[in-house]
């Protein structure tokens, strides 16, 4: 054969390739700063959106750190939790699971700034991961970079939610079964559990360590003040009933957590739990004398978290709104 014949030999067959691979390619990836060209200044405003917000009401931040997990945990990270009921399907966001949860109307906010900006490009996803991420950082925690180019859900996942979800009465072996399934180790499961560090509980979680009778696990000298705040057995679940989970430094995330709960301080079974099973003390008491390595490892599982089976590509969709899919627009 020619040379000339081979060379086009060799072109056809790179083009027929290159044609194969675009009908069967995998979906895009995430990636960093997805919307550099798209939006350039979309994290921009989403920061500068939860900085604002954040100077207004401080306990969103709590709620973006709480969205990520409550979002990203159930199957897909795509902003299924930020979904209204419809008259055939519940919203995640309206289960006993979510009870405490709240702020989503400031997701809108954010998503109003960005549509201004560049309509229809940046998904709810890639907000709610984003917001958490700077979240973090107004709680004085540390920055994780994130990759961004999620693509948002259709419907939401209230029905499986329990699937997935670990909850506070479980025992440790399901909670840490449960984050193995999305690829979180042991170390990554106390650094998460950190988060703990900041917010409140509410009493109705409470109750059944304080009534009928006291758990003798929990620290005596900080029973008297659990009980003030929450002196009901059975609370009124509209009452704002509350106690901080770190009374030291409630605003901040920070390794205070890790001292507290091996003080037996914790409030909910799991942080209880967490400070004394073998398998998960060694990290407690590692973090409790270090906050680098706290900061390290919780910004190492969170980047797990964000990255759970996203949609991307062309799956899903870019929701108009959040609270909507877009066919009920």
Not at 41 to 57: C, F, M, N, S
Not at 215 to 232: R, S
Not at 309 to 322: F, H
Request: hydrophobic share 35%.
């Amino acid at each position: 054969m020619s040379s000339r014949g081979l060379f086009f030999l060799v072109i056809f067959s790179l083009s027929a390739l290159s044609g194969f691979l675009a009908e069967n390619e995998e979906p895009a990836g995430l990636v960093m700063n997805y919307y550099k060209d798209t939006c350039p200044q979309a994290e921009d405003i989403i920061k500068e959106q939860v900085k604002l917000l954040y100077k207004r009401h401080k306990n969103t931040a709590f709620s973006w750190l709480r969205n990520i997990f409550h979002d990203c945990f159930v199957e897909s990270c795509d902003a299924s939790l930020l979904l209204d009921s419809t008259r055939r399907v519940l919203s995640e966001k309206e289960t006993d699971r979510s009870f405490g949860m709240r702020n989503f109307r400031y997701i809108e906010t954010i998503k109003e700034a960005l549509e201004r900006e560049c309509p229809g490009v940046v998904s709810c996803s890639d907000i709610l991961v984003l917001s958490a991420r700077d979240g973090i950082v107004s709680l004085g925690g540390p920055y994780i970079p994130l990759k961004t180019g999620r693509r948002d859900g259709r419907k939401s996942r209230a029905d499986i939610l329990e699937q997935y979800l670990p909850d506070h009465n479980e025992s440790m072996s399901v909670v840490l079964e449960r984050f193995a399934n999305i690829g979180i180790d042991a170390p990554g499961v106390v650094a998460l559990l950190g988060a703990h560090s900041v917010g409140r509980t509410h009493c109705v979680k409470l109750v059944h360590r304080l009534y009928p009778e006291v758990d003798p696990a929990l620290n005596p000298d900080h029973v008297e003040h659990i009980l003030h705040k929450c002196p009901d057995a059975i609370p009124d679940p509209k009452a704002v009933q509350y106690v901080r989970n770190d009374r030291g430094t409630p605003m901040k995330l920070d390794n205070n957590y890790y001292r507290n709960i091996l003080d037996n301080k914790g409030l909910l079974i799991v942080d209880h739990q967490l400070a004394t099973d073998k398998r998960t003390k060694p990290f407690v008491k590692k973090m409790a004398k270090s906050q680098d390595y706290f900061f390290k490892e919780f910004s190492r599982a969170i980047t797990i978290l964000s990255e759970n089976n996203p949609l991307t590509g062309t799956q899903g969709e870019i929701r108009k709104q959040c609270n909507l899919s877009n066919k009920n627009h």
